[in-house]
Structure formats: structure tokens, C-alpha cells
């Protein structure tokens, strides 16, 4: 499906008895959003135990857009909180130890920022707080990085890496140039940035 249409497609996952490690895509929906709908985090933003959606679109206002799930497959109505300028990326994870899920976005502009938007943890979130980094961030991901327990950003913004360290008060750290991207990467236009044990 083309790039651009303002929708997303969700398709449910059921196993068959006969053989449980096969798995069909068995049904389709679809969701209205804004045009460009970039990148979709999934979790439990009003401690419902139903996945929730937000969906950074990079054509829809500055804003992002948060989807709260009935449980069944389908979608509220999207309400939009205030992000940076053209969301492009967007991850989820407790950066302040509240027990409520947050939202960091990349802002892929001109003004090289993240926000982050603390959740209130009844679905909605707090105004965004926006840090700056040194290029346009396209992606961002989210990880322990230094075996403590706060939480770290990852961005990519080519042709860099870079890390941001969390602190308690779910501030971030200015970003430190962890790495700069070969020349051959930033031509080919990295596209996806995660984080992992890997060792």
C-alpha cells in the first residue's frame, strides 16, 4: 500500500490448535488519521489492560495522535497532544517512574528536537518538553543503557547517533555523539534505529 494514505491498516493475529506455532493474519481494519502516518508505539496508557495506540503522522499538525483501544480490536476517536514541528517517530516507556507510560516523539524539522509527554495515566497526556539535538531526528528508540534504572533516548539523526541519558525527574541528559554514520548509511537513508542486550 502506498506511503502517505491516511489510514492504518490493523490486522488480527490468530493461532490455529492444530499447529500453534503457525500463526493467520485473519481479519483487516482500518483507522482515519492524518496524511503520512509515520510510526505507531502500542501500550497501556489508562491502566485498562487494553492496548492503546499513538501514532506520530508528520503531516498532522505538529501534533500526535493517541488512539485509546476497547478491547476488541477497534479504536476511539484520535486526540491529538502537542508535539514538535513534523512528528515523524514516536516510542513509549516510563521515563519518570510513575507507573504511567509516556511518549517521546523525533521531531524530523528544521528545529532538531524530541518531546517527550509525560502520560497522566487515564490516556491523556501532559504539554510536550522539547530537547534539542544535533541534526534532524528522525527515529528514536528507548533503552537502559547504562544497567541502571533510568531510562535513555537513542536518536538517529544522520548523519549521527545519539544517546541521551535519562534522570530521575524524566529530564534528559544534552545529547552525547556517540557515533557518526558512514557516508554510504547517510546516502542510503538509514530508516529504523532500536535498542538491545546484545551481549
Not at 16 to 33: D, I
Not at 126 to 138: D, H, M, V
Not at 174 to 183: E, G, H, K, T, V
Amino acid at each position: 500500500m502506498p506511503r502517505g494514505y491516511s489510514f492504518l491498516s490493523l490486522l488480527a493475529v490468530a493461532s490455529t490448535l492444530l499447529s500453534p506455532a503457525v500463526a493467520q493474519f485473519e481479519t483487516r481494519s482500518t483507522l482515519s488519521t492524518s496524511a503520512f502516518p509515520e510510526s505507531v508505539a502500542v501500550g497501556d496508557f489508562n491502566h485498562d489492560g487494553k492496548p492503546d495506540l499513538a501514532v506520530a503522522a508528520y503531516f498532522q499538525n505538529d501534533q500526535i495522535m493517541v488512539l485509546l483501544g476497547n478491547g476488541d480490536g477497534t479504536f476511539q476517536s484520535p486526540v491529538n497532544y502537542a508535539a514538535g514541528v513534523g512528528p515523524y517517530s514516536v516510542a513509549t516507556a516510563d521515563f519518570n517512574r510513575d507507573g504511567n507510560l509516556d511518549l517521546v516523539v523525533a521531531d524530523y524539522a528544521i528545529a532538531g528536537t524530541v518531546s517527550v509527554l509525560l502520560g497522566n495515566g487515564d490516556g491523556s497526556f501532559q504539554a510536550g518538553r522539547t530537547y534539542g539535538t544535533p541534526e534532524t531526528p528522525k527515529f528514536v528508540a528507548v533503552g537502559n543503557l547504562n544497567g541502571g534504572n533510568k531510562l535513555s533516548l537513542v536518536v538517529m539523526d544522520s548523519p549521527y547517533v545519539s544517546v541521551m541519558p535519562g534522570k530521575a525527574t524524566a529530564l534528559f541528559s544534552p545529547p552525547l555523539i556517540s557515533a557518526q554514520l558512514m557516508r554510504p548509511l547517510r546516502s542510503a537513508s538509514a530508516t529504523l534505529i532500536t535498542t538491545a542486550d546484545w551481549t
